[in-house]
């Protein structure tokens, strides 16, 4: 049981540029959700899913898009990334209802 | 505008002392409370949680604690131990599967 990964680990684009966040699960969750933490501000929501073909945005969406086609899979699009994007996203998930979230270990992304 | 706050981005403690992070929350209809616990290079790992018809919640050597009419909770960590060092974030659950984090306070445990 692998539990919520992420792909890639670190990534340095330069500005413009498009890129996808990979999200994955094993937990037969219906909840995923990503989220961005910078400092001095916590972590904050930026997209998340209640199903396969259900997304809504968070708290920060400009910038961002999402899709859900499967239950296990849960992608970040940048289409043109910009330095205020630069940030460590994490992918998160949970059974509906559920407060406890799981966490992924995190995408480290520099836009220069 | 942070409708949970942990004021303290820092806090050192001596092993075996009691460690309290400290969390103020401003919506007075969040009433459910979780904290996680957070080591370099990995994600938020969920650690006690507390709901507001309780005051108190223990589990082992953590405790948090519910002060609604000060819109304020705290975990304690009694003994404090060296692996114990790492960001712990204070999360409000307002429901929809939402969490509302705070900004987080890094804990130094010292020998």
């Known amino acids: 049981n692998a539990g919520v990964t992420q792909t890639p680990k670190f990534q340095v684009l330069k500005t413009g540029q498009s890129m996808t966040l990979q999200c994955a699960q094993d937990m037969n969750h219906e909840y995923m959700s990503w989220y961005r933490q910078d400092p001095g501000m916590g972590l904050r929501l930026i997209h998340y899913?209640?199903?396969?073909?259900?997304?809504d945005q968070g708290e920060v969406p400009n910038g961002y898009n999402v899709s859900r086609s499967t239950t296990e899979d849960f992608p970040l699009r940048l289409l043109s990334a910009a330095p205020s994007q630069t940030s460590v996203y994490f992918c998160?998930?949970?059974?509906?209802?559920?407060?406890?979230?799981?966490f992924g270990p995190g995408t480290r992304l520099t836009v220069l | 505008d942070q409708q949970v706050k942990q004021n303290s981005p820092s806090l050192s403690v001596q092993e075996g002392r009691i460690s309290i992070l400290n969390c103020d929350y401003t919506?007075?209809?969040?009433?459910?409370f979780l904290w996680y616990k957070k080591y370099p290079a990995e994600g938020p790992t969920f650690l006690i949680s507390i709901s507001s018809i309780k005051d108190k919640n223990e589990d082992g050597r953590f405790t948090v604690f519910l002060n609604k009419s000060a819109k304020h909770l705290s975990l304690h960590i009694v003994p404090s131990q060296p692996g114990d060092s790492a960001v712990y974030f204070c999360?409000?659950?307002?429901?929809?599967?939402?969490?509302?984090f705070g900004q987080g306070t890094r804990l130094t445990i010292n020998p």
């Open positions: 999360a409000a659950f307002p429901g929809a599967q939402k969490l509302v």
């Open positions: 899913s209640v199903g396969a073909g259900i997304t």
């Open positions: 998160a998930s949970s059974n509906l209802g559920a407060d406890t979230q799981y």
């Open positions: 919506n007075s209809m969040f009433d459910y």
